[in-house]
């Protein structure tokens, strides 16, 4: 069981901001797609202060249409729907083949056009596939969906002392007998 889960299955409490945070951190998109926006503009994550930044020595490994063409095709993969799925691996890796020919193709059909040198086309394309191959890994086989249910339930169980059952996160899409 991951340590994420045993944490909180250890009591019983209500559900409020923590589980809230820790749903909103599984779904978000966004640290992912950032990562990649500003690895492929050739900048690197300060480890002290957070910030990006562009060493003096580095040029962006794409133009600003290339990066954002190459978003455009990457945020179908990552995106907030993408954890909730359950996907097998033999799916995934057939997703991941695609995906890796279609960005390898389109690279190379718009190298001038996205100003991507030779030496940078590895990387650029291996970047990219890691990227939505770990996004898309954390669908396999329902992983995090599994995860945010069973966190859901430790917080929707019956609190002690008689308190009022909370709702759980998955109670947004009703029951399986039409009702809320």
Known sequence: MP???AAYESQPRSMDA???????WQLDPNDALENLTYSLKGYVKDTRSGEWMRPETSQPRVNDAGVADVMSEVQHYINKVTPLSKLEPEKINEMLLYFSLYLTDRLDAKQEDFGI???NFPTIVNDTVTAVEIYLRRAEKGKTLDMLSRITSVFSRESPEGEEKKKGFFSIFGNAKGGK
């Not at 923590?18 to 909103?24: D, M, Q, R």
């Open 3 to 5: 340590d994420e889960v």
């Open 117 to 119: 040198l030779d030496e």
């Open 18 to 24: 923590e589980e809230s945070s820790l749903t909103k």
